[in-house]
């Protein structure tokens, strides 16, 4: 079982109200995903001593990504979801692992549903500037797989590049 590097993993991003008129786009030049899960549990004093009773699971995913003219029109839509309470669709998705059969031109994804919880716009003046979004999700998300074109794969594929040649 071979090691998935982190670029193979990229997510995908609608605002739900658009699913009708809009594909779903990956965030350009994102350096980092992060999805946690957590579940809280009470304890309940018995006659027979302490249990635990678990909570519900809370997913949270987060993604910061170099602020570039790439990225305006997504990330002011994520930006505008938070502001208006706009529900977002996100699909995690594995590029390492293709469909088959029936679907052999997709790859395996989680799809989840919630809500932007926090957009930060970071602008110092020794490092490019960036955007971190959170998104608090509903549910516990569900398996499936999702169609991933040659456009959003190129952009989910981007990296920052130095204006220095690379090599012959």
Known sequence: ??????????????????????????V????ENNKSKSRDSDTVTTKDGTIRVPGE?????????????ENDAMIDKLEK?????????????????????DNASKFAAKYFQGYVTNFELSSNSEDHAEASLDF???????????????????LAAYVFKDTSKTGA
């Open 1 to 26: 079982m071979g090691v998935i590097k982190g670029n193979r993993i990229i997510y995908l991003y609608r605002i739900l109200k658009d699913a009708a008129t809009d594909d779903a786009t990956a």
């Open 28 to 31: 350009a030049f994102t350096t």
């Open 57 to 69: 699971v809370e997913t949270e995913i987060s993604a910061t990504a170099l602020f570039a003219s």
């Open 81 to 101: 979801a938070l502001d208006d309470g706009d529900k977002v669709e996100i699909w995690e998705v594995n590029m390492d692992k293709p469909g088959t059969s």
């Open 136 to 154: 608090g999700i509903e549910g516990k998300g569900v398996d499936g797989y999702a169609t991933v074109t040659d456009e959003q794969q190129e």
